[in-house]
Each structure stands twice: as C-alpha cells, then as structure tokens.
C-alpha cells in the first residue's frame, strides 16, 4: 500500500532564513507533485517531479528527488511572508493504466515577519 | 477567463438529497480530476477522466458519478448524500496524463463547499 508522510507538519520561521519539508513514500512511484494552498482557498500545482535526481527551482522554492530513498524535498531559501501556506506532496503511481494518486498530510508553513 | 470553473460554490443540504457539481475548463486539457479535502484538510483524488474514459476510480461510494459530456466537462453526482460527504471538492484538469513533465501540471477550479446536514 502506498503511503505518504510529510514532516514537519507545521512549521513556523523567521523571514529570511532557509528551510526544507521532507516528503517520505514507501513504495515505487513515476511522479512526485507539490501543490501550495493558502486559507481557504484553491490548490496551486508547484513542481511535477518525475525520474530520479529531478530538480526543479521557481523563486526561492526548490524541489528536488530522489527516488532511491522515496524522497522528495521542497526547500525553502530566504523565506519571505507571502511564502506562508500550506504544502502538500503527492505521489503518483501508475499500473496498467490504473493510476494512483496519494496526498501527504501537509505541511502548515508560517513565515514571521 | 476562469480557467477552471466550477458551481456553486457553497452547498448545503439535508441528507439523502442528491445534488450534483459542474466543473468547466477552457484550457483545451484532455485530463480532467475530482478531489476531496475533508475538515482536517485531507486531500483525496476521487476521479480523473482521459479524453471521456475514466482512468482513476478510487474506493469511492456508488453514490459518487462522474459524468463529462465533453472534455471540457466533469460534473459530480451525488446520490443519497451522507453528512460525511461534508467536504470541499475541487475539480481540476491537466492537459494529459501519463506524458510527463508541465503537460502533467494541474489547474485547479476553486472549490464548493458541500455541507449535509
């Protein structure tokens, strides 16, 4: 069964410094996603991630993976308020075109300014 | 232009009511998705449709259907619901499945807000 766990839950920082959420699955997967949601209001997709060692980078948001661990990481550089919101990863697995789609719990990210 | 679109955007009814959700895109995608976030903000992908077919059809009740007149189109029926049916579902869409890369991106509709009572 695939499962997903993300880590920290919540997570609360300081304008400016760096930090990453780790996104831990437990069986193969052909992509990895990370979506942003603010309060009360729609999913934004961030990165689609799909074969080993992908990077992918927009603003001071990172994503990389590493399929041999069943990892992925969103990184965070010098973090500002607007970057406050909730990230979800999602793992994708697909077998005779039966696709899965699993979310993690989501990270609670609040930037103080 | 709304990208993805959906109505309405609150519900609220009484149990054993059957209702239904639209969902519109105008981004010419050929994948379209059903979501649920539940209270704790648990996310679940309920359906997704390729070019008409269903391709994902996870242990959801009977009671959902989705329906796509066209590819531009997936609504969500729900029959006898239930006050665990309670949820914000979002629709969304991706111009294909399976291809890899931004083709896989997903565009999400803005939610509605069901609430059984």
């Known amino acids: 069964e695939l499962k997903v766990e993300q880590n920290p839950l919540f997570l609360s920082m300081q304008e400016g410094k760096n930090y990453t959420i780790y996104c831990n699955y437990s069986?193969?997967?052909?992509?990895l996603y990370w979506y942003r949601q603010d309060p009360g209001k729609s999913l934004e997709s961030l990165f689609v991630?799909?074969?080993?060692?992908a990077v992918k980078q927009e603003g001071r948001l990172m994503a990389s993976l590493d399929t041999k661990a069943r990892l992925s990481t969103l990184h965070i550089t010098a973090a500002v308020h607007d970057l406050s919101a909730t990230y979800f990863c999602?793992?994708?697995?697909?077998?005779?075109?039966?696709?899965?789609?699993?979310f993690g719990k989501g990270t609670r990210l609040h930037i103080l300014p | 232009d709304t990208a993805v679109s959906q109505t309405p955007k609150y519900l609220v009814t009484q149990m054993g009511n059957d209702k239904s959700i639209k969902c519109e895109q105008n981004l010419g995608h050929d994948t379209m998705y059903w979501y649920k976030q539940d209270s704790k903000k648990f996310l679940k992908i309920m359906f997704s449709?390729?070019?008409?077919?269903?391709?994902i059809n996870e242990t959801v009740p009977n009671r959902f259907s989705p329906k796509s007149p066209d590819k531009a189109h997936l609504n969500l029926h729900i029959n006898s619901l239930e006050l665990g049916d309670s949820a914000v579902y979002f629709c969304?869409?991706?111009?294909?499945?399976?291809?890899?890369?931004?083709?896989?991106?997903?565009?999400f509709g803005p939610g509605t807000r069901l609430l059984v009572l």
């Open positions: 969304a869409s991706s111009q294909s499945r399976f291809s890899g890369g931004r083709q896989e991106t997903q565009y």
């Open positions: 069986t193969t997967s052909d992509r």
């Open positions: 999602a793992v994708g697995t697909q077998m005779n075109r039966d696709d899965k789609i699993i």
């Open positions: 449709y390729n070019n008409k077919e269903l391709i």
């Open positions: 991630l799909l074969s080993n060692g």
